[in-house]
């Protein structure tokens, strides 16, 4: 490397992508707050029933992964802010267009589902249909997770989503079998096994923040 | 594995996402290759040689040499 070339390299860095460490960690904490906000929602709706009837539980639910959503966001805003940023590739929009009307309609079938369950409950063929209505929207959601890597037209990109839904899968199959054997012998509290898929999700996230696995 | 790819982009004072519209991928593609955290695939190589006018293996080093040669 030509002397002359180095210095043009020190003086003309790119723009940083990098935000630093005390961004990350505001941002960590509004995660987890936005998190446990939607998730302590969506809870006490089960366990005490949602004010207002499900329609307006199910509204408040929506806000709450709306909020979820603009947190989540914030980085790319502020990366597009300092010229970083990069408009949201095809790809992951396809994605987004998928997932996201396939959990509001599973908030809102949930929150359906379960008050009319306690309400009429139903027997027979009608009872089948009404519990099994809240995973439909989900089959669809979890269709959309994994459309996005066989969409996904740039290699690295492909590569970190494979890898972290590798890393996930694993995860979730250890977790998953820890856990059942814990329940059977009565340890813990039974667990319901639509756990799968929000387990699955969140050690996907986690897994987003490794390196690729290295290379030979 | 090594590359020239950060110089000759910037002989050519282009930016990562230069780099990146010409090849068609992602600014985190042109900067996980610069920082050798990711290999490209051979089309990949082979359009980036291109694009550089250069041959793959003068851009790309698999720091094996010694070996090649040693079987020779």
């Known amino acids: 490397m030509s002397s002359s070339l180095e210095t043009t390299l020190h003086e003309a860095p790119e723009p940083s992508a990098n935000l630093g460490a005390g ?50 966001n914030i980085p790319q805003q502020v990366r597009r802010k300092r010229g970083v940023g990069e408009r949201m590739r095809e790809p992951y929009r396809r994605y987004m267009r998928r997932f996201l009307p396939a959990m509001f309609a599973y908030v809102i079938l949930l929150m359906a589902a379960v008050s009319y369950a306690k309400e009429a409950e139903p027997a027979g063929v009608l009872a089948w249909l009404v519990a099994i209505a809240p995973s439909i929207p989900l089959i669809f959601a979890i269709r959309a997770v994994f459309l996005l890597p066989r969409e996904e037209n740039d290699e690295y990109q492909r590569a970190r989503i494979n890898s972290s839904y590798a890393w996930a899968t694993g995860a979730t199959l250890m977790a998953g079998t820890v856990a059942g054997f814990l329940d059977m012998f009565g340890v813990i509290p039974h667990l319901e096994l639509w756990i799968a898929f929000p387990a699955w999700a969140v050690f996907m996230g986690l897994a987003r923040c490794l390196p690729l696995a290295s290379k030979q | 594995m090594k590359n020239d790819l950060r110089v000759l982009r910037a002989q050519r004072g282009w930016s990562q996402g230069d780099l990146a519209d010409a090849l068609g991928v992602s600014r985190q593609s042109v900067n996980a290759l610069e920082t050798g955290k990711f290999d490209p695939s051979l089309p990949l190589a082979f359009r980036i040689a291109r694009l550089f006018g250069k041959r793959v293996d003068e851009i790309f080093d698999d720091e094996l040499g010694g070996y090649v040669k040693a079987a020779e």
Do not use: E, H
Request: charged content about 0%.
């Open chain 1, 23 to 72: 961004f990350w960690a505001a941002w960590g904490a509004g995660m987890a707050a936005a998190f446990a906000a939607f998730a302590g929602a969506l809870y006490a709706f089960m366990l005490f029933g949602s004010p207002g009837g499900p329609m307006v539980g199910g509204l408040i639910v929506i806000a709450f992964t709306s909020a979820f959503i603009y947190v989540a």
